[in-house]
């Protein structure tokens, strides 16, 4: 017993007064800290990106070690949505509702060249970056990346959540930014 | 390859009802293709299904092709006889500025969706489809993307110049 919760690693605590029977510290720390190591992804998987996923999921890579091994398949209660794969321009509309479905506060992952940029396919019928329609955190290149490289982007994830300012989603310059995508 | 006497019986069985209607009927690799006149194609094939003799009673593809140089849009109806496994392939000419041609579905409910994708990817029209409308694209696409006359590239981006391409 002794053994094995020596193994486990506790997140750090934050900065903060500490005395006989109290702890005091910031609460957009210690909501930072909570939503940083439960993030539950949505995968929005269409095609070799996909692939790799299911190796990042699985007990090698594990992202379950992030605090992600709860995927939620409802956009509802999902807090980040990982895009893998082309998106054709017919998918863009589902894409775009599956976003504006999700509740605040919530992030985009695009993974891969495909949702990043369109890759290599330029041409009529693939959108050429889901950034087109929904507004995008964090980018991961490759062809298909690693799951490595999904890792980190993730992580990159993980650290505007933790380092996220509580009323950001309130400013007018959030609400703008979603304005120029049309939502809301 | 196809024999000699199948090739004949064929034409004869098109040529019994429909005489002069075939331009040009040869084998193209190992496919027995005739080139027909544009105006009595859904009755040659109807005739092909009927017809004991033929009985082509499978559709196994139609599709279009466009000929730039000629502007002209070629429709093409694949058909199949599974009782004694034998192909033809049916080939017509439309002009790439008006294609239009009755629709197939009278003859092969099969023809539906086929006539959507020639419909989607290169403006033919099947006069009598009972829902000519796009099936693979988005519905407010404004250009017929398989027709040669357009650039396969998305003609929306800015961030592709040709400068980062060494063109």
């Not at chain 1, 890792?151 to 609400?175: C, H, P, T």
Request: proline share 5%; hydrophobic share 40%; net charge negative.
């Amino acid at each position: 017993m002794e053994a094995v919760s020596s193994q486990i690693s506790v997140s750090e605590k934050p900065d903060g007064l500490e005395g006989q029977g109290f702890f005091a510290t910031r609460l957009d720390k210690v909501v930072g800290l909570a939503r940083k190591n439960s993030i539950w992804p949505l995968p929005f998987a269409t095609s070799c990106c996909g692939i790799e996923f299911m190796a990042t999921m699985g007990a090698h890579y594990d992202l379950a070690r992030f605090g992600s091994e709860r995927l939620s398949f409802s956009p509802r209660q999902a807090d980040l949505l990982m895009v893998m794969g082309t998106i054709a321009k017919k998918m863009g509309p589902v894409l775009r509702q599956v976003y504006e479905q999700m509740a605040e506060p919530r992030w985009v992952l695009s993974v891969g060249a495909c949702a990043s940029s369109g890759g290599i396919f330029d041409t009529y019928s693939v959108l050429q970056g889901i950034d087109r329609i929904i507004p995008v955190d964090v980018y991961v290149p490759g062809c298909p990346p690693r799951p490595e490289q999904i890792i980190d982007g993730v992580m990159k994830i993980q650290y505007l959540v933790e380092n996220e300012s509580l009323r950001r989603r309130d400013s007018a310059e959030y609400k703008a930014m979603l304005n120029k995508y049309g939502i809301e | 390859m196809m024999e000699a006497a199948t090739q004949e019986k064929i034409t004869s069985v098109i040529n019994e009802k429909f005489e002069g209607e075939i331009i040009e009927a040869g084998m193209v690799k190992d496919f027995f293709t005739l080139i027909v006149k544009k105006e009595k194609i859904v009755d040659i094939i109807r005739h092909l299904y009927n017809h004991s003799e033929t009985k082509f009673q499978y559709l196994t593809t139609m599709f279009a092709v466009h000929y730039p140089d000629q502007n002209q849009i070629a429709m093409v109806y694949q058909l199949h006889n599974l009782a004694t496994n034998q192909r033809v392939r049916l080939k017509i000419f439309l002009p790439a500025d008006n294609p239009t041609t009755p629709t197939l579905t009278t003859v092969f409910s099969a023809a539906n969706w086929m006539e959507r994708e020639a419909y989607d990817f290169y403006g033919v029209i099947s006069e009598g489809h009972p829902n000519l409308k796009r099936i693979l694209n988005v519905e407010d696409m404004l250009i017929f993307p398989m027709r040669k006359e357009y650039p396969l590239e998305d003609q929306t981006r800015e961030d592709k110049n040709d400068l980062m391409f060494g063109r």
